[in-house]
Every structure is written in structure tokens, then in C-alpha cells.
């Protein structure tokens, strides 16, 4: 966690810098702003806590803009030149008001960890009792609770060719990666998740 903070912090550091002073002043005010809000940060997502620190931005932004050199000035239609406006400015609150840029920081780590943890592949392991080659090749596992699962051979993956070079029988005990699609069955007639072999080990 804390690497990836620190990393986060050098992404801000990096942001190339306006050499204007009224950026620090901006950074100042915007963490006044956050101050006086009150807020609680253990109930805003990373969405709500970036909207918060945007519109104390945008609102000091707005009452300097005068001190801005004209090739310097950003339209709130410029979407990449606000998001540059906005990394300039956390660079200035880093000093003002570390920790907001720090709960920022942790937010956007927490919503990867749980987006990579929803994403991840699950597996199931199991006995195989049966392999079937149709229009795709089906392999037929039962766990170790007695519950069977049927996966099909859709994409390519490293270990693939312990399937397709018929080095897998039944009755081989192994460990299956998969991910569910919804595909079209036409068996059924009808649409329904189907779990896509992503990865094979033999036991």
C-alpha cells in the first residue's frame, strides 16, 4: 500500500508545473475550501472525493483567473487542459494539505485492489470426467465436494496444449482457471454464462 502511494505522489511531482504564483495560491485555497466541507472520508468513494477537490479548484480558479497569462488560461470545456490545471494544483496542496491528496491517494488504490479482485480469474479443481470435442472442446470436471462443472476451450492460453495434444485423460486431477462470458446457446435458444477455460494445471 504504501508503495503504491508513494508512487501516486510521483505522479503529481512529475505533472509538468505552471511557474505562475497563483497556483500556490489556488492550492491554498482549495484546501481551505476541503477544510471548511467538513468532510467524511471513510463514506466518499474516489468519484465523489475527485468532484469535491474539483470544485474547490475550479472555484479559486475562477477568482484568479485575471492573474493567469492568456496563453496560460484553460476554458471549462478543455477537459485535458483542466485535468493539467488540477494536476498543477495538487502539486500545491501536497504542501497545504497533504493528507487529502493522501486520502485521494488511498482511494483510487482501493478501487484498483477491488476491480483487479472482481477481475481475477477464479479456479476450480477437481477430477476429470469426461472430454468432449464438438464445435468446441468441452472438459468436464467434479470437485472434491462432488459437484460437477462443464468449461469450454474458447481462447488460447499457455498451458492450452495439454489439451489440444490429448495429454489430458480422465480420471487426471487438475486445477482450472476460468472466466464466465455470456454467449448465445442455441441449444436453448436463449442466452447464458458460460465458463471459459483460462488456464489448466495437471496435478
Known sequence: M????????????????????????????SCEC???????????SKAEL??????????????????????DKVSFDDTAGMRKLGENVAIKMLVACPETLMKLGEKTIEEQEVVEEETA??????????????????????DNNGRNYNFILLDYFESAAIITNNELKKKDFVKVSYTEIELYDPKSKEFRYFKIITGLEKK
Open 34 to 44: 476541503l477544510a471548511t466541507k467538513k468532510l467524511d472520508y471513510s463514506k466518499l
Open 121 to 142: 480469474d477464479s479456479f476450480i479443481e477437481g477430477e476429470v470426467t469426461e472430454i468432449k470435442t464438438e464445435q468446441f472442446i468441452s472438459l468436464f470436471i467434479k
Open 2 to 29: 504504501m508503495k503504491k502511494l508513494v508512487l501516486l505522489v510521483i505522479l503529481f511531482l512529475n505533472a509538468v508545473s505552471y511557474s505562475q504564483d497563483v497556483l500556490q495560491v489556488i492550492g491554498n485555497e
Open 50 to 71: 475527485q468532484a469535491q477537490v474539483g470544485l474547490c479548484i475550479i472555484k479559486s480558479y475562477t477568482n484568479h483567473i485575471s492573474e493567469f497569462k492568456a496563453e
